[in-house]
């Protein structure tokens, strides 16, 4: 929300949607390297943190120009690949212009991935914060070996994170 605050204080239209498990990660299989703190369930947060964090972006929205204009944002507590099929299906008119990978576990994140490529503009970003990391390689292989090559993109690497990279859909 800070973000949408600073660089388009006055699109009203602009909605963030978060899809998280708040139960830590998920569907890791035998493609993923699991490790003591990348494995199903870990980073699990409390029952409510789903509340927590949607009453903290209402806040957010409030602060920000157009204030009054709020609750547009949504947290959707779930398995993506689950929740994402849902979401696209009951909101048939969403595009998608950025988003943001953090799940480390191949298939949720293959599955993800293709869902929004889909619904995503031409131009739009899709971000992966552990795309080469060799600890995580989930990120790293689900782009080397179902992306690249495939689908029409550009990538780039963060300056500053060097894990974070980001391709643009052509």
């Known amino acids: 929300e800070n973000l949408r605050a600073i660089f388009e204080p006055l699109h009203l239209n602009r909605r963030i949607v978060c899809f998280d498990t708040f139960e830590g990660y998920k569907g890791?299989?035998?493609?993923?390297?699991t490790t003591a703190i990348h494995k199903e369930g870990t980073y699990k947060v409390e029952n409510d943190y789903a509340h927590y964090l949607q009453e903290l972006l209402e806040l957010h929205e409030k602060s920000n120009a157009m204030g009054h204009n709020y609750g547009k944002?949504?947290?959707?507590?779930?398995?993506?690949?689950?929740?994402l099929k849902e979401f696209f299906h009951d909101n048939s008119h969403e595009v998608v212009?950025?988003?943001?990978?953090?799940?480390?576990?191949?298939d949720p994140t293959l599955k993800a991935f293709e869902m929004i490529y889909e619904r995503m503009i031409p131009g739009g970003v899709m971000a992966f914060w552990q795309l080469t990391r060799n600890s995580i390689p989930a990120e790293g292989m689900v782009y080397s070996k179902e992306i690249m090559g495939k689908y029409n993109h550009e990538i780039y690497r963060s300056q500053f994170y060097p894990g974070l990279c980001y391709l643009i859909k052509k």
């Open 73 to 83: 944002h949504k947290v959707i507590k779930g398995d993506c690949r689950e929740k």
């Open 97 to 106: 212009a950025l988003a943001f990978f953090d799940v480390n576990s191949y």
């Open 28 to 33: 890791f299989s035998e493609k993923d390297k």
